[in-house]
C-alpha cells in the first residue's frame, strides 16, 4: 500500500505479484487447483485518514484483493473486517492486530477454509 501511494508500484504490479506467489505455492505443492484464502488488510495509523495518499494505497490494494478473489479461480476472500479494526479496538499498536483481533480472523479463515474444502 506505501509503494502504491509512493507511485513505485501500480495497483496492477502488486495483483501480479500476488498471483505470482499463489503460482509459486501452487506449484512447490504440485497442486494447480490449490485454494487460497485471503485477508482483506487493514489500515495502520498512518493510513486511515481518507483523502490521503497513504489511504489511497491501502485502498488499492483492497481493491485489488476483492478483484483477485473474485476472479482468480480457487482464490478466496475468507474475512473483510481488519479494516475497520481500528474503530472496534482491535489493534495492540499502530499497525498490528491484537489476539482478538487475529482470533476472529483466523476463524474467519478456517471457516471460510472448511467450508470450500468441505472438510
Known amino acids: 500500500g506505501g509503494r502504491i501511494a509512493a507511485g513505485t508500484v501500480s495497483a ?13 505455492f501452487r506449484e ?3 497442486k494447480s487447483d490449490l485454494d487460497v484464502f485471503v485477508s ?3 489500515f495502520s495509523m498512518t493510513t486511515l485518514v481518507p483523502g490521503t495518499s497513504a489511504h489511497a494505497g491501502y485502498v488499492a490494494v483492497q481493491e485489488a484483493q476483492e478483484s483477485l478473489c ?4 480457487h482464490v478466496h476472500m475468507a474475512f473483510r ?5 481500528f474503530d472496534v479496538g482491535y489493534m ?3 499497525i498490528h492486530y491484537n489476539q482478538a483481533g487475529y482470533n476472529m480472523m483466523g476463524e474467519a479463515l ?7 474444502l468441505n472438510i
Open 110 to 116: 478456517a471457516s471460510c477454509a472448511a467450508t470450500t
Open 92 to 94: 495492540s499498536d499502530h
Open 12 to 24: 496492477q504490479e502488486y495483483t501480479d505479484g500476488t498471483i505470482d506467489v499463489f503460482a509459486f
Open 40 to 42: 482483506k488488510i487493514g
Open 70 to 73: 473474485r476472479d482468480a479461480a
Open 81 to 85: 473486517l481488519a479494516p475497520t479494526f
Open 28 to 30: 512447490l505443492t504440485d
